[in-house]
């Protein structure tokens, strides 16, 4: 999914681009959201080896974040997207999808409640489109939508560490290493970073993050998804009890309820996003956005999200992949041989309701 281009789209460089060693993306590293924020310091791996180690605070300040207050707030999120916002009590952190008619995702936003308001945070590319949407369906709905300037960090690793002075923070809910992100003032964003390395925290590049969100089979909407894709191709997203995910499969209606519902109760996603290893021999790490065929090219059995270079695991991407080519030993991206790592197929639930009941009604 391309990014959208437009003017309202600002610049950013974040000071700590200043820092020794500090690297932007470049090439196929920069078709992630990584614009204005250091790919890495200087030692990409060991950044990504520091966070299972200790602590690493990694700069997403180039993010752009939504405040959301007044009481109409909880029900206004709520009927818009779908996550279930409306009764969340201060410190709730999930995901949240904006969707179409037809169930096609249009905006991925990380969630943090308050005791006052809710902020959401989305790449900047999105944000104009996001907040013109919201703006958009206020009405009489008693809320105050502002674009506070504040900054994302992210902690990954142990979050046993003194406290910090922030706007707000969250534990992330997700199933890589430990994770917390705090939104501070853009302005305090030099010396945030500067405490918590007195406090023994390392600085890592965005490079490391990646790594550790494509373990958690977590996508970034413009590089691992398309115009095409669904919640459920994403299971991470997926709400199940200790997990909120992105959506909420028992609330009420909103924008796009029906295809969730129907996928849910009924069918499978025809693709499915997974982790893929690549082959480390190969001269150039294969774009994102390639195609995924057999050995002899031929028909597109998936497509090609994020690289990156784990420091465990070598070369690895996200991919969304037909699932009936999920058992194949044999795809490829060009000329690069890649296999679905097992550790990252969905787990299936079992009968789905809505199918056992159709069933049923026709005597199986």
């Not at 909420?248 to 982790?275: D, F």
Request: proline share 8%.
């Amino acid at each position: 999914m391309t990014s959208p281009t437009s003017s309202d789209v600002p610049t950013y460089r974040s000071p700590l681009l200043d820092r020794p060693g500090a690297a932007e993306a470049q090439g196929p590293d920069s078709a992630v959201d990584a614009t204005g924020v250091a790919w890495h310091y200087g030692d990409p791996l060991r950044e990504q080896r520091a966070a299972h180690d200790g602590t690493v605070v990694v700069d997403r300040s180039h993010r752009r974040v939504i405040r959301v207050a007044g009481p109409d707030a909880p029900e206004f999120l709520n009927n818009l997207l779908s996550q279930k916002l409306d009764d969340v009590p201060a410190g709730f952190a999930a995901a949240a999808l904006d969707l179409d008619i037809q169930g096609r995702i249009l905006h991925h936003a990380d969630v943090l409640r308050t005791g006052e308001a809710f902020y959401l945070d989305l790449p900047a590319a999105d944000a104009v489109t996001f907040l013109g949407f919201l703006q958009k369906m206020v009405f009489w709905s008693q809320v105050e939508i502002t674009e506070p300037d504040l900054a994302v960090l992210t902690l990954l690793g142990s979050l046993d560490l003194p406290e910090i002075d922030t706007a707000a923070q969250r534990d992330v809910p997700w199933s890589g290493v430990p994770r917390r992100d705090l939104l501070v003032e853009r302005a305090a964003l030099d010396e945030t970073v500067a405490a918590l390395e007195a406090a023994g925290v390392q600085l890592a590049g965005l490079m490391a993050f990646t790594a550790e969100r494509v373990r958690a089979l977590e996508p970034e909407k413009n590089v691992d998804l398309d115009d095409k894709s669904i919640p459920h191709e994403v299971p991470a997203w997926i709400g199940q009890e200790g997990r909120p995910g992105a959506v909420h499969l028992e609330k009420g209606c909103y924008r796009g309820q029906e295809t969730v519902a129907r996928v849910e109760n009924l069918g499978r996603s025809p693709r499915v996003l997974v982790m893929l290893q690549l082959d480390g021999s190969a001269p150039e790490p294969p774009a994102p956005g390639s195609e995924i065929t057999g050995p002899q090219g031929g028909r597109a059995l998936g497509r090609l999200g994020t690289v990156v270079h784990d420091c465990d695991f070598g070369p690895v991407a996200l991919a969304l992949v037909r699932r009936n080519a999920l058992e194949r030993e044999d795809l490829c991206v060009g000329p690069v041989a890649v296999n679905v790592d097992p550790t990252s197929l969905p787990e299936e639930a079992g009968e789905q309701a809505g199918r056992a009941a159709i069933d049923k009604l026709r005597g199986r």
